[in-house]
């Protein structure tokens, strides 16, 4: 069975960077796409970025376009989210998910993962 395990989340600055990364293990992982959310307490949990395991195609929610990049190593079976110039409303837990099934390679909505991280707490102070 593949795990997803998050890592990287920790507490900083605004205007500050934070890199995130996502490691899958324990089988055969070739997913259509992976995905990063995000979720603050008493709030849904909303989309960020998500890449094309095979071409690396990306998508970005609005609200991180120009500041977060993602990016991925097929080999290694990881996941990074680069978050740049970090705000206070960025503050959540950030999930790793991975997309494997669909007509689609990439999707925004969360019921189209099915395998997902336990997730890392990143903290943005003003």
């Known amino acids: 069975q593949v795990q997803l395990v998050e890592s990287g989340g920790g507490s900083v600055q605004a205007g500050g960077s934070l890199r995130l990364s996502c490691a899958a293990s324990?089988?055969?992982?070739?997913?259509?796409?992976m995905g990063w959310f995000r979720q603050s307490p008493g709030k849904a949990r909303l989309f960020v970025a998500a890449?094309?395991?095979?071409?690396?195609?990306?998508d970005f929610a609005d609200s991180v376009k120009g500041r977060f990049t993602i990016s991925r190593d097929n080999y290694k079976n990881t996941v990074s989210l680069q978050m740049n110039y970090l705000k206070s409303e960025d503050t959540a837990v950030y999930y790793c998910?991975?997309?494997?099934?669909?007509?689609?390679?990439?999707?925004?909505?969360?019921?189209?993962?099915?395998?997902w991280g336990q997730g890392t707490q990143v903290t943005v102070s003003s």
């Open positions: 324990g089988g055969a992982f070739s997913p259509y796409s």
């Open positions: 998910a991975a997309k494997t099934s669909g007509e689609t390679w990439l999707s925004r909505l969360a019921s189209d993962y099915s395998i």
């Open positions: 890449i094309t395991w095979m071409t690396g195609n990306t």
